[in-house]
């Protein structure tokens, strides 16, 4: 027998795992009416007021003969968080092993204001009055994927669709029909992106053509913009959203279709707690909503790829750009034959008189280096010592103008020295190039033409990000050089060259995934080149040439990347083929790290030989590549194998035994379901 009180579960905001449980509350008879699972409220906790969320109601006491308290204050109307959504944060805190008010807090932003009941009646603004484009006639490969999308859009089935399309090839488009599609069924559209900032002209086709229907939203709005969205969203009044990774948490009531453009994007993990995939997390949020999802890229994610080879989801390709313009020549340069050749400038030969020509014949050049600054190290000639950061134990960059040092992990900027600071040695040598020390070869070489540079260093204030990609589509510069935020969704028909000054950047990288992000990148930045009338052309240059990555980008071959790159997967057990569960042990003080790191991975060996567990191994632990970060030392190790659910327990049941130990006592610890590096 139930009492007459009532009692509610709630999960107080209080970020440490120790208290990674819902509290009791008795719920005071003046809200019995008014609440439900979802809503914030404040408790009392401790000797303190915190927030929560309601996340079960029950007429039974579970913890007898306590006192149990009261809730103090119920903030909503309600319910922020819908049944959906607090369903996704209960799986999101047990696949990604976060506190469930961690992912609370992901679906609910914060400050958000108090929401009324009168919030929620739908208010439609006046969907006409606005311009709208038209949207152009389907060419008949767009007319054959969204004859196979519909009858799945219309009846909202749980599917999910990988649409490879070359860059180009009008996928865009293909997410605008669709969503029509659901529109007009009277359900919502969820459309992802990588990064806002760097896809203004894919935001403006959406609100070119549906108006003041799509909301827009990012991690960068401010507190009121983001209030704003949150409630035109809430309330049905904007019935398309299109964001980046935390959009996926949008409150839509009835999403009809989730779109990932470039699902293959590192942006869509978040790199902090909880590290979640956005992509992982929409197709969760789709199977709970009962709703399609299209996964879009040129690049598919071999994860992606592999599942729809297994039929998990369903291919659907666009093998061509539209109006069969010709993908971009891809032509590779190899670096060791120019230095032998005597040529010591960053540009070869061939890419110099490509630029040259483009410049005679006033057409645009996009050149991209995945490195900012000017030169990445700095050596003193004497002693050999390298500028390095204190604080993070990686060499610094040359930053020209300014003449600083800066450490591009955590910041630091110092003089720059023009002594050796250990042996007062005045022969500096710099090493290595960055897109100033382009911008600087490219005014050598070419005093004429208008340059523009777009990385973080030009970039910081906002609105920057357009100003420049404004200024270059109106053709107010000939060359825009950049880091990979030039790489994505610029579509300027005037680019008939792409050079990309070094592909070896990311290929370098001690990461398993290296290869498959330097076809990605390559290819993406391969892409900008002529979308135009004018066919293009691109210019890689590298000193691995023959790198199956570098020669699929030449021959805009996914498939034959795609088989080579599994082979090697397979062959190291790698991801697709296995999950990894990756912890980095942190800490001020070495020696604890190290020894942290150690207690914790041999009881995680003596764990998985308890359970006899097999096809699962363990990686480190080892110093993490960076071994220290912004002052903190980091050591790391990975459980690998193909079952997530068995590398979790494992974890685990090591973490119960480790958790009071005093080695453990003195370092933090990250936990990175499905991680996208090992840096
Ligand atoms: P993707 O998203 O695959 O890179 P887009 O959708 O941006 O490709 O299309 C490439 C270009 O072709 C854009 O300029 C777009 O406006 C144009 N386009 C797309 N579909 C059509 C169509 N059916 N008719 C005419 N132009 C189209
Ligand atoms: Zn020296
Ligand atoms: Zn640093």
């Given at each position: 027998m139930g009492t007459d009180k009532l009692y509610a579960e709630v999960v107080v905001d209080v970020a440490v795992h120790r208290v990674d449980r819902p509290f009791t509350y008795v719920v005071p008879v003046r809200y019995r009416e008014q609440v439900q699972p979802g809503m914030r409220v404040k408790v009392p906790f401790g000797r303190r007021q915190e927030k929560g969320y309601i996340v079960g109601l029950s007429h039974?006491?579970?913890?007898?003969g306590m006192e149990i308290k009261e809730i103090e204050d119920i903030v909503d109307e309600v319910p922020v968080i819908s049944s959906e959504l607090l369903a996704l944060a209960r799986w999101m805190a047990a696949y990604y092993l976060c506190p469930l008010v961690e992912a609370l807090n992901c679906i609910v932003p914060a400050r958000l204001r108090r929401i009324k009941r009168?919030?929620?009646?739908?208010?439609?603004?006046?969907?006409?009055g606005e311009p709208l484009q038209l949207p152009p006639v389907l060419t008949p490969p767009q007319e054959e994927v969204l004859a196979v999308l519909r009858p799945s859009l219309r009846e909202g089935r749980k599917e999910v669709f990988l649409l490879h399309g070359v860059t180009g090839s009008g996928k865009t488009e293909v997410y605008l029909r669709a969503i029509e599609e659901v529109l007009a069924v009277g359900r919502q559209a969820l459309v992802l992106v990588p990064e806002i900032s760097l896809t203004p002209q894919m935001v403006e086709r959406f609100k070119n053509r549906f108006g003041s229907r799509v909301a827009v939203w990012h991690s960068a709005l401010s507190q009121k913009e983001r209030n704003d969205e949150w409630l035109r969203i809430f309330s049905g009044r904007a019935d398309i959203v299109v964001g980046a990774r935390s959009a996926v948490f949008a409150p839509l009531r009835k999403p009809g279709l989730i779109v990932i453009d470039e699902e293959h994007e590192n942006t869509y993990k978040q790199e902090e707690s909880p590290r979640y995939h956005a992509r992982e997390v929409a197709l969760m949020r789709a199977k709970l909503a009962q709703c399609p999802v299209i996964l879009g890229s040129a690049t598919p994610s071999l994860e992606s790829f592999r599942r729809a080879e297994t039929g998990e989801y369903h291919l659907l390709s666009l093998p061509a750009r539209v109006d069969n313009r010709p993908l971009p020549r891809v032509e590779i340069v190899d670096l060791r034959e120019e230095l032998k050749e005597g040529n010591r400038s960053v540009f070869s030969r061939l890419l110099q008189k490509e630029m040259a020509e483009r410049l005679r014949r006033g057409e645009q050049i996009i050149l991209f280096l995945n490195r900012r600054g000017f030169s990445t190290f700095v050596v003193c000639r004497e002693c050999g010592l390298v500028m390095k950061?204190?604080?993070?134990?990686v060499s610094l960059t040359y930053h020209a103008g300014v003449n600083e040092l800066r450490c591009h992990y955590c910041g630091l900027r110092v003089a720059n020295p023009d002594s050796c600071p250990q042996c007062g040695s005045r022969y500096i040598r710099y090493f290595g190039t960055g897109t100033q020390k382009i911008e600087e070869e490219v005014k050598r070489l070419f005093p004429w033409a208008r340059v523009l540079r777009m990385d973080v260093d030009t970039t910081s204030r906002r609105g920057a990000h357009e100003k420049i990609i404004n200024l270059f589509r109106e053709g107010k510069a000939d060359i825009l050089i950049g880091t990979q935020m030039i790489a994505k969704g610029l579509d300027i028909p005037a680019v008939t060259l792409v050079g990309?000054?070094?592909?070896d950047t990311v290929l370098n990288l001690p990461d398993f995934r290296a290869a498959e992000r330097t076809f990605q990148l390559v290819t993406q930045v391969a892409g900008?080149?002529?979308?135009?009338k004018i066919p293009g052309q691109v210019v890689v240059q590298s000193y691995n040439p023959d790198h199956y990555a570098i020669q699929a980008v030449r021959n805009h071959d996914y498939h034959s990347f795609y088989r080579r790159e599994m082979e090697y997967r397979q062959r190291m057990k790698y991801p697709p083929f296995t999950h990894l569960l990756r912890v980095v042990v942190l800490g001020r003080k070495e020696e604890q790290v190290v020894r942290g790191a150690q207690f914790l991975g041999a009881e995680l060996r003596l764990q998985m030989e308890q359970a006899g567990v097999t096809g699962v191994s363990l990686l480190g632990p080892a110093p993490a590549p960076l071994q220290k970060l912004k002052d903190t030392y980091r050591w790391q190790m990975a459980l690998k194998g193909p079952e997530p659910e068995e590398l979790r327990w494992l974890l685990r049941r090591a973490l119960d035994v480790v958790k009071e130990a005093r080695e453990m006592a003195p370092v933090g610890l990250q936990i990175d379901m499905d991680p996208m590096g090992m840096i």
């Open positions: 039974n006491c579970p913890v007898a009168k919030d929620l009646e739908e208010r439609k603004e006046e969907g006409n950061c204190r604080r993070c134990d990309v000054v070094s592909a900008r080149a002529g979308r135009g």
